[in-house]
């Protein structure tokens, strides 16, 4: 069972990205799904998540606005979609439900 991020790269302030993390492994639906992030020298933030169904979605309230959660259940990927990106947003992005990822780095700079 595992977790696998990718799509952060570097980015300019006012830009967009696109985070994708696939699973595989799962023998069944995971219910909750999340994106957290911990940018450097700080504590870890949840940033988004979504249930199982992806009706109910929650965004902190710095990235409200700006982030997109979904999932594709057939796919068994969910993803975060960021635009307007700010400097601030730079952090290593992790996906989680019962599991994490091993994190990818988003930069904006």
């Known amino acids: 069972v595992q977790l696998v991020e990718s799509g952060g790269v570097w980015v300019q302030a006012g830009g967009s990205l696109r985070l994708s993390c696939r699973g595989s492994?799962?023998?069944?639906?995971?219910?909750?799904m999340g994106w957290y992030r911990q940018a450097p020298g700080k504590g870890l933030e949840c940033v988004s998540a979504i249930n199982s169904g992806g009706g109910s979605t929650y965004y902190a309230d710095s990235v409200k606005g700006r982030f997109t959660i979904s999932r594709d259940n057939a796919k068994n990927t969910l993803y975060l979609q960021m635009n307007s990106l700010k400097t601030e947003d730079t952090a290593v992005y992790y996906c989680?439900?019962?599991?994490w990822g091993q994190g990818t780095q988003v930069t904006v700079s």
């Open positions: 492994g799962f023998t069944t639906r995971p219910n909750c």
């Open positions: 989680a439900t019962s599991i």
